[in-house]
């Protein structure tokens, strides 16, 4: 966990409301893990006041990636900084995917990314790879040209399949009904060889609320395992102001749990979907 | 070199900046950003007897300046406060200051008589001001009768010195003050957050779900700073001033109008080593102008 009051803009890619950012800071880059997040300062002006969380969408060697869509005042600022300047970022923060031990080479992993939500997938795909895990991307948003990474994600990605709500790109409809149908044909499969090839897929996901709860179901029905990747306005990303809290099962009772600190990553067996 | 130091009568700091309650955790979590041996002080976050499970989420909204916020006072309880957070804070050299709150008069005392027996705390906040435990932000702060009666209870338990922490929700913050000075507070600090609410238009729904929070940060260091004036000019016991503190001029002009040291609060989310560059800032502040000792700041406002 660190502060780079100076972490410069080297790139910068728009496509409508969203934007990808490339930040130079070689510290905060070396330790950053998948599906952890870094505190931004969208400006030097006392309003915003907060710093905002973005999830770190990839990393290379020196350089952190941020993924984000604009929905407020504070991501249309940061939207508006430009290449040459230079950001105050806290990071890397809170507790990322699991990626598992040595006995996951050989299964296969089902990322889900829905919005801006695919903005850890890429990089979670990668580390995953590399211990020996196939992965399999999904992509939904609500037209085509809400998947402005699917360009990227071919590139690097065998395996991607893509919903959009109107059905210009893919599938046509939400990501859970493609999701469900793909994972029962890949149950449906015999499987032979060894056993981590046979084992159930895990699914790792980060979308709206909705989305994800809809993925938690899907993956109770087929008794596979899913990790989560919450959202939450968040004050300090440090675990210090208690703002960021989601309903967690701890044992044996529903607790409020600061996402910042000990997630946001959290296990399907241990998240309290709300009501919807 | 500018001498930072600042005395309260019954503890000396070695600078008047101290990390302010519910900002700062229980201090642990800014050890990456912040030599906790430098601070003036820490006020840990504010504890009951028992844990708290706190306010249902949002409990957050940002507003122009400022930052609303219904937790809770969420919390780990007494007991795992000594037990497990203690020992790691016990090499820092900071004062540690324990913010002390109760549903009821006997948690009050209840809390301070657990915290007796552990004599790494320097010094008690009587957390009296909490905007967002019970109904339209009613505690014991918003008059002067139930401020010196806890006061005094509290007071009389307490074998460490004892800080009552006032709430700006009120008419006359001098009557409430002098209530707490008279009840035998050895110190008042303020302001906390200003009872407040945001209304998403689309929804119709408040942005908290608590429907009213405190208010903090730069929004309302003007107000925190009048009411520290008033207080001081008033009261013969120490001031701790804050409210909105977000650098070192601003730390300046609480000590300027009669604070003898300043809690920094809502900076901290922003920039987790606020609380050490604002040492920074004062210091460099009082070096251009030869200022020897912080102290000679304090009171010293020109009114004519």
Not at chain 2, 19 to 32: C, R
Not at chain 2, 83 to 91: A, E, F, G, I, N
Not at chain 2, 256 to 280: C, K, M, Q, Y
Request: with cysteine.
């Amino acid at each position: 966990m660190l502060k780079d009051p100076c972490a410069l803009i080297v790139g910068k890619e728009t496509w409508g409301d969203f934007c990808l950012l490339t930040l130079h800071s070689p510290k905060i880059a070396r330790g950053a893990a998948p599906g952890q997040f870094l505190m931004v300062r969208v400006n030097d002006q006392p309003y915003p006041l907060l710093r905002r969380p973005f999830s770190i969408h990839d990393r290379q060697k020196n350089r952190l990636m941020i993924f984000f869509s604009k929905a407020g005042a504070g991501t249309a600022l940061l939207a508006a900084r430009n290449p040459g300047e230079a950001l105050d970022i806290v990071g890397p923060l809170g507790k990322g995917f699991r990626l598992g031990g040595r006995k996951t080479a050989g299964r296969t992993a089902f990322l889900v990314g829905g919005g801006r939500g695919i903005a850890p997938m890429s990089f979670l795909a990668r580390e995953l790879r590399a211990r020996g895990v196939r992965t399999r991307i999904f992509y939904g948003g609500r037209t085509e040209s809400h998947l402005p990474l699917l360009p990227g994600l071919v590139e690097q990605e065998s395996d991607i399949f893509v919903s959009t709500d109107d059905g210009s790109l893919g599938y046509r409809g939400f990501i859970c009904p493609m999701l469900e149908r793909e994972l029962a044909r890949w149950l449906a499969v015999p499987r032979r060889g060894r056993a981590s090839a046979a084992r159930r897929p895990e699914i790792f996901a980060c979308g709206p609320e909705a989305m994800m709860k809809g993925v938690a179901e899907v993956a109770a029905r087929y008794r596979v395992r899913a990790q989560f990747s919450l959202e939450s306005v968040m004050g300090c990303g440090m675990g210090a102001c208690w703002g960021c809290v989601k309903k967690i099962k701890r044992a044996g009772t529903d607790e409020w749990v600061k996402i910042c600190e000990e997630g946001p990553v959290f296990k399907d067996t241990e998240i309290v979907w709300e009501e919807s | 070199m500018t001498d930072l130091s600042v005395d309260l009568g019954f503890l000396k700091l070695r600078n008047p900046v101290i990390a302010a309650s519910g900002t700062f955790g229980y201090g642990l979590e800014f050890k990456p950003f912040v030599d906790l041996d430098k601070l003036g002080g820490i006020i840990v976050k504010g504890l009951y007897y028992e844990p708290r499970p706190g306010n249902p989420p949002p409990r957050l909204a940002e507003t122009p300046s400022g930052l609303l916020n219904a937790i809770g006072l969420q919390g780990i309880g007494v007991r795992a406060f000594c037990d497990k957070v203690l020992p790691k804070l016990s090499r820092v050299k900071a004062p540690i200051i324990v913010n002390v709150c109760g549903e009821t008069d006997e948690e009050y005392l209840a809390v301070i008589e657990f915290l007796n027996a552990d004599n790494r705390i320097a010094a008690y906040e009587l957390n009296i001001s909490c905007p967002n435990i019970r109904e339209a932000g009613r505690c014991p702060a918003l008059n002067p009768e139930s401020t010196h009666a806890l006061v005094k209870l509290a007071k009389k338990m307490a074998r460490r010195p004892l800080i009552t922490k006032l709430s700006p929700n009120v008419t006359d913050i001098v009557s409430v003050a002098l209530a707490a000075e008279e009840g035998g507070s050895d110190a008042v600090s303020l302001i906390n957050t200003l009872l407040a609410m945001a209304v998403d238009v689309e929804t119709r729904r408040p942005r908290l779900a608590n429907v009213t929070g405190g208010l903090s940060g730069p929004a309302v260091k003007p107000v925190a700073l009048r009411m520290v004036h008033q207080v001081a000019s008033r009261l013969k016991i120490p001031v701790i001033g804050m409210g909105g503190i977000m650098t070192g001029r601003d730390a300046l002009e609480f000590l300027i109008v009669g604070a003898r040291a300043v809690e920094v609060g809502t900076a901290n989310f922003v920039d987790p080593g606020a609380s050490l560059r604002i040492v920074g800032e004062i210091e460099e502040f009082c070096r251009e102008r030869q200022i020897g000792r912080v102290e000679d700041m304090i009171g010293t406002l020109k009114t004519v």
